[in-house]
Every structure is written in structure tokens, then in C-alpha cells.
């Protein structure tokens, strides 16, 4: 049985949240959880966050033990940017591009 949780539009670049999703996927949900608790990064809560939405998600199905489930796969994709712009010497100005990200976890029993 699988659960799921997706957050959109999330105002941090997708290559600063692929960084932390290495470390947690394929591990049980509770080592997960406490990995993800101590990492000082931003983005850190915000995949936390998603977790225990997935955790709950599983949690209303009747026939899934929320011990024995295990992240079975994260996804990260890059949401619409925001451009912006600096202004800068001469008159002239740079782009900003202020990216923002799609965090999709999956979570699956352990026996599958």
C-alpha cells in the first residue's frame, strides 16, 4: 500500500532540497524524521513537513501499519521562477530568478 503528499510552490530552489533527499530516502519514516530534525537547512522543515502529511495520508487507510512504513521515493521538481530584477551600474540591470520547487514523498511498507 502506498501513501502520498505533495507541496507546490515552495520558495526554495529544488537543488538546495535534492541535496537532503539523499540522505533520508529508502530509510524507515521515524529514522527519516530524526535525520531530518536535526539537519540545520531550511528546506530541512519544509521536507519534514511533507513527511508527516504523507505519515498522516497513510494513517487514514485502514490496512497500513504507520511503524513499518518506509520512504519509497521523494521527488523534487522545479516549480514556476519568479523574475526579478537588480538594478545595477549604468543603468543597466540583472536578473534575479527566485526558483521555487514541487516536493512529492511516497511512502510504501516495508514488504513491498
Do not use: C, W
Not at 526554495?12 to 535525520?35: C, D, M, Y
Not at 528546506?43 to 498522516?56: D, F, M, N, Q, T
Not at 514556476?80 to 540583472?94: I, N, V, W, Y
Amino acid at each position: 500500500m502506498e501513501a502520498k503528499a505533495v507541496a507546490k510552490y515552495l520558495r526554495i530552489s529544488p537543488f538546495k532540497i535534492r541535496k537532503l533527499v539523499g540522505a533520508i530516502k529508502g530509510k524507515p519514516v521515524e529514522t527519516g524524521l530524526n535525520q531530518l530534525k536535526f539537519m540545520p537547512q531550511k528546506g530541512a522543515g519544509l521536507v519534514e513537513k511533507v513527511l508527516r502529511s504523507a505519515i498522516a495520508n497513510a494513517d487514514q487507510k485502514e490496512d497500513v501499519d504507520v511503524d513499518n512504513l518506509v520512504i519509497s521515493n521523494i521527488i523534487v521538481d522545479q516549480g514556476p521562477t519568479l523574475k526579478r530584477f537588480r538594478a545595477r551600474a549604468r543603468g543597466r540591470g540583472s536578473r534575479i530568478l527566485k526558483r521555487t520547487s514541487h516536493i512529492t514523498v511516497i511512502l510504501a511498507d516495508k514488504a513491498a
